[in-house]
């Protein structure tokens, strides 16, 4: 297509430039920070320099007389501040520590009446369609097929085959996954699936025509169906979508985990 | 023993298309679609060596990313087998030289490998059809796999014309005069 060398590069990396701008464009909410971080690197040197020669300026009669004080002063401050960012990074590490292991505990307190097992998100699904995981737990764990994965938040979902080490999880957004689930004022039941349309919601569908929906109604599984325990935490109810007829009505739910960003689990054990 | 050695760099590029899908265009996506590396890798193998090789490559490929990720086999070796068949009809029937051509055969390959895995993957789970969204995804995905292919492109053809070499050596000649 390009004649010569020169104009096939030059493709190339205009194609390259178009590409990270559509992938960051398209991503956009997650990078804000990342553009006023640039913008903010661009404008801020020469900010600060036109502010240390305002101050300077402005503040000129005293400049010269408190010159020796200020040197003195100086010596202090920076004595003390060495001091303090080293305790700051003390505190820091401790801070880190602090979370991780709350996090556990927070993690293991919740669901205490199930004999639960932490573990670790390796790999998530390459294709587009489908929504499954591997955790880094398997059969000599003593994970078995069928066995229920939650997080902090809420339901995850069940692990459908294990190998040694590790074993896949199906999701609840996984298009192949429907749950039944009660929603927690009406205490009518309903199915909630996966869809591909987004990493956060399920449909939930099969509202019996007399039942009213509440909008924030907590969704929590319940219990029918044979793989899912009854009781454990799925979404909130983000908005229903009406429909002509009353049957064809459905509402979408919103995860409580968060499928993106999502690294600890825990496998829950015979129960 | 030149075959030997492209028949194992091709095995650790395949790996290491895994690594690159599964760590970096898992986040480097378009609007949260990721594009299939593996439809271009499984085409250039079919496009540039013989006849069965696109498909063996895309059976083993195939087996092992329904291995790895999914409750029953078939989806992803269905769909891979038969873009190796595919690559095999192009190369029959079209020249590889220009980048017009290569990125319409990225174009129809992909569509063709995602609709038939998500036919059988409906057959196989039985998960709900959306096919407005599946579309929608589709399109991204294909339009993303066309850029990477443009990007890529120098590096294929310069390795797909020393595989072709080896494997059909003066039988090339012949197509073009």
Redesign the interface.
């Known amino acids: 297509?390009?004649k010569n060398k020169k104009n096939?590069i030059l493709?190339?990396s205009i194609?390259?430039a178009?590409?990270i701008l559509?992938?960051i464009f398209?991503?956009r909410e997650a990078n804000t920070s990342f553009f006023e971080n640039v913008a903010n690197k661009l404008v801020m040197p020469i900010q600060n320099g036109l502010t240390y020669l305002k101050n300077k300026v402005s503040g000129n009669s005293t400049f010269f007389s408190d010159i020796n004080n200020l040197k003195i002063e100086n010596q202090e401050l920076k004595e003390k501040n060495s001091e303090l960012e080293q305790s700051l990074r003390e505190l820091e590490n401790i801070k880190t520590e602090n979370e991780t292991l709350k996090e556990y505990l927070g993690l293991t307190e919740k669901y205490g009446e199930y004999k639960t097992m932490p573990a670790y998100v390796i790999?998530?699904?390459?294709?587009?369609?489908?929504k499954?995981i591997?955790i880094n737990v398997g059969k000599n764990d003593g994970i078995k097929e069928n066995m229920i994965v939650i997080a902090d938040e809420g339901l995850v979902g069940h692990i459908?085959?294990v190998t040694d080490n590790t074993a896949?999880v199906?999701t609840i957004i996984?298009?192949?996954s429907?749950i039944s689930c009660l929603m927690s004022t009406s205490k009518d039941s309903i199915v909630c699936?996966?869809?591909?349309?987004s990493?956060s919601e399920l449909?939930a569908m099969y509202i019996s025509t007399d039942s009213n929906i509440i909008q924030g109604d907590s969704i929590d599984t319940s219990g029918l169906g044979g793989i899912y325990p009854k009781g454990i935490h799925v979404g909130i109810i983000k908005k229903i979508v009406s429909a002509k007829n009353i049957t064809d009505r459905y509402a979408i739910v919103e995860t409580a985990v968060n499928f993106n960003k999502l690294n600890t689990v825990l496998v829950i054990r015979d129960n | 023993m030149k075959k030997t050695f492209i028949n194992l760099s091709l095995i650790l590029i395949g790996f290491l298309v895994y690594f690159i899908q599964s760590n970096f265009f898992s986040w480097f996506t378009i609007a949260g679609v990721k594009p299939n590396l593996f439809v271009i890798y499984i085409l250039f193998i079919g496009l540039f060596s013989n006849k069965s090789m696109g498909i063996i490559y895309g059976a083993i490929y195939g087996i092992i990313l329904d291995l790895l990720f999914r409750q029953k086999i078939g989806a992803n070796l269905i769909g891979l087998i038969i873009i190796g068949v595919v690559a095999t009809i192009f190369n029959k029937n079209f020249s590889k030289d220009s980048r017009m051509t290569i990125i319409f055969m990225v174009f129809g390959s992909t569509i063709i490998f995602e609709v038939i895995s998500y036919i059988v993957n409906y057959i196989l789970y039985s998960s709900n059809l959306e096919i407005l969204n599946f579309v929608k995804i589709l399109i991204i995905e294909t339009i993303y796999n066309v850029i990477v292919t443009i990007i890529v492109y120098p590096l294929i053809k310069k390795f797909g014309y020393y595989i072709e070499n080896e494997y059909k050596g003066n039988k090339i000649l012949t197509k073009y005069f």
């Not at chain 1, 790999?123 to 489908?130: F, L």
């Not at chain 1, 699936?193 to 349309?197: A, E, F, M």
């Open positions: 297509m390009y096939g493709g190339i194609t390259i178009i590409l559509i992938v398209s991503n790999d998530k699904d390459i294709s587009n369609y489908s499954t591997v459908i085959s896949k199906r996984d298009t192949a429907s699936k996966g869809t591909l349309d990493n449909k």
